[in-house]
């Protein structure tokens, strides 16, 4: 489900929902240096989080739900990136509510983006992991991601894995 800010904020409920996602994955956010203080996630800086992603016309976030009512994680896509030489969109978070990790929620979550971006055209896809993120390297290259190159997040400067997958 795209989320779609109003006078650009999100609506109070669709807030809470991510700032639930965002707030159970502190091994994450200790890894990535997100937040000053992972094990204290709130609202606010969820929504500063995802200013960028909404501001950008080539982006998209995305609400996974597994029932109407209840958000299981979160995706934020790149359609285009900044890099006019690289035409491939990019898959810029896939995070899934700690409570529902091991349960297929990111590989469902992943089937349905591809066959999205296979729909419009797209042939393959991207996206980073971070070098220090071996159990996130794992997933994506069960799911057939490749490492195409090493280099730092354009964002913050930390070391990543470029991963690429071509569709079938």
């Known amino acids: 489900m795209p989320l779609n ?5 999100l609506p109070e409920p669709q807030l809470t929902e991510l700032t639930s996602v965002y707030a159970s994955n502190v091994a994450f956010h200790r890894l990535s240096g997100d937040f000053p203080d992972p094990e204290h996630i709130d609202a606010a800086q969820v929504a500063s989080s995802l200013a960028p992603d909404f501001a950008h016309p080539a982006s998209e ?3 996974i739900r597994d029932e109407p009512d209840r958000s299981v994680g979160v ?5 285009e990136h900044p890099d006019p030489l690289d035409t491939y969109p990019w ?5 899934i509510h700690a409570d529902f990790h091991g349960q297929g929620y990111g590989r469902v979550a992943v089937a349905h983006i591809e066959a999205r971006l296979r729909t419009d055209g797209r042939d393959g896809a991207r ?3 971070l ?3 071996p159990k996130a390297l794992g997933f ?3 799911l057939g991601y490749q490492e195409i190159d090493r280099r730092a997040d354009r964002q913050a400067g ?4 470029v991963l690429h997958k071509q569709f079938q």
Do not use: E, K, S, Y
Not at 91 to 95: D, E, Y
């Open 75 to 79: 995706a934020c896509l790149l359609h």
């Open 61 to 63: 976030v995305l609400l």
């Open 5 to 9: 800010p109003v006078d650009g904020a």
């Open 131 to 133: 070098q220090n993120n």
């Open 140 to 142: 994506w290259t069960t």
């Open 91 to 95: 898959i810029g978070l896939l995070l």
């Open 158 to 161: 930390r070391p990543c894995h």
């Open 127 to 129: 996206l980073a992991v």
